[in-house]
């Protein structure tokens, strides 16, 4: 194949278009594309996201591409390829598995470079879940989204691994002029505060965010408050869980339940979401990812450095990655709410200036190594390596 030029058109296949990692990260590529002269092109069923696409700079299609139905994975396979053929498409570049047996199906056959993004540790239960994930691995640059995916696709994956295939880590990068503590108002913070029924700011806040779900430890983090609360005889902050149940009402009833129990129902608010998460990082003291199963990233983690914020992560996973600790923030002994209520008496005992200097290198740490200009990059750098 001679030097292709510079130009050439990419197209990412996602489920939905939602806001979490991979979509976000699919978003910010997408838009980063046109900027360099590339065609850009999106295949996704909806979602929430699609709203702010730039329809002039970047080609929406809908498909049920969510669907883990073979025959829509085999029909969505040759729409596939007609958009392949009619758009000119040079890279497919698949975001999560079912569709990812599709694009593997349609760029096989249209003779076309294909990358996938590993974006977690994917269950596999059985041989066949297993069969199921390698699809991930069948592409021609497989992307792992931090040191921690790359070591588990290596110790559990190996047989599906080719040597021709290219396997590197690309860090997720997050938008750090959004995330940034100097664009917010004071009038914006004051609103906020209000609507989280806490009326003038007396105490520091703590701030849990994270859709709910177990695994994201807010049992862990209630029972690390009370250990606190125990511990100093008073209560020394006003504690946020932030994050939808997405239908999970038992879950969010027994966590109610808990914090009843434990007689914190003045201290502890849950709140469903906010639309403006680098506000509600903004109005924190100290932010918590209390994960009790290993984040692939760990955007929390990094969201909260970028805001100047001081983190405390469980000790496993991508944030081991992100926050350097007790430099750039604090991890605690995962699963271990004694850890944890360690860690929050520490940062309550530490003195502001210092607090104020460990958010600064957070910022520091997240501009160098986790931001979104860096990810689009590399990630467009290795595009044309492949084609070249």
């Known amino acids: 194949m001679s030097k292709m030029t510079s130009k050439f058109n990419v197209l990412q296949v996602i489920p939905k278009l939602g806001y979490g990692g991979a979509e976000t990260g699919c978003y910010d590529i997408a838009h980063y594309l046109p900027e360099n002269n590339c065609g850009s092109y999106i295949v996704t069923s909806g979602g929430p996201l699609i709203n702010f696409i730039d329809k002039k700079k970047v080609k929406l299609i809908r498909l049920p591409v969510q669907s883990k139905n073979p025959l829509l994975i085999l029909i969505n396979a040759i729409i596939l390829i007609l958009i392949i053929l009619i758009f000119r498409i040079s890279i497919v570049h698949a975001r999560s598995r079912a569709p990812a047996w599709s694009c593997l199906l349609a760029a096989k056959f249209t003779g076309r470079k294909y990358v996938t993004t590993f974006h977690g540790t994917y269950n596999f239960k059985s041989n066949l879940k297993k069969f199921y994930n390698s699809v991930m691995l069948r592409s021609d640059l497989i992307i792992a989204g931090s040191n921690f995916i790359f070591s588990h696709i290596q110790e559990n994956y190996s ?3 080719n040597l021709k295939n290219k396997l590197l880590v690309i860090f997720r990068g997050i938008n750090v002029d959004y995330f940034d503590p100097t664009t917010k108002l004071e009038k914006e913070e004051d609103e906020l505060l209000k609507s989280w029924g806490i009326e003038k700011k007396n105490k520091k806040i ?26 100093l005889g008073y209560e020394a902050f006003y504690a946020i869980i932030l994050g939808s149940d ?13 914090s009843e129990q434990y007689r914190l129902t003045n201290q502890l608010k849950f709140i469903d979401h906010c639309k403006d998460m680098a506000l509600a990082y903004k109005i924190s003291d100290i932010v918590i990812s209390s994960s009790i199963e290993p984040e692939a990233f760990g955007r929390v983690a990094v969201e909260a450095q970028s805001m100047e914020k001081i983190i405390i992560a469980s000790n496993i996973g991508g944030s081991r990655e992100t926050v350097e600790n007790e430099k750039t923030g604090f991890l605690f002994e995962s699963g271990s709410s004694l850890s944890l209520s360690k860690t929050i008496l520490k940062v309550l005992n530490i003195d502001e200036s210092t607090l104020k200097s460990i958010g600064i290198e957070g910022r520091k740490n997240i501009k160098k190594k986790f931001n979104v ?10 595009y044309k390596k492949l084609l070249n």
């Not at 703590?206 to 125990?230: C, D, M």
């Open 206 to 231: 703590v701030l849990l965010p994270g859709r709910l779900t177990s695994w994201k430890g807010q049992e862990l983090f209630i029972e690390a408050i009370n250990k606190v609360n125990i511990e």
């Open 373 to 382: 200009e860096k990810m689009c990059f590399s990630t467009y750098s290795e």
């Open 159 to 161: 047989k599906y691994l």
């Open 246 to 258: 997405q239908g999970r009402e038992l879950y969010k009833k027994k966590l109610i339940r808990l």
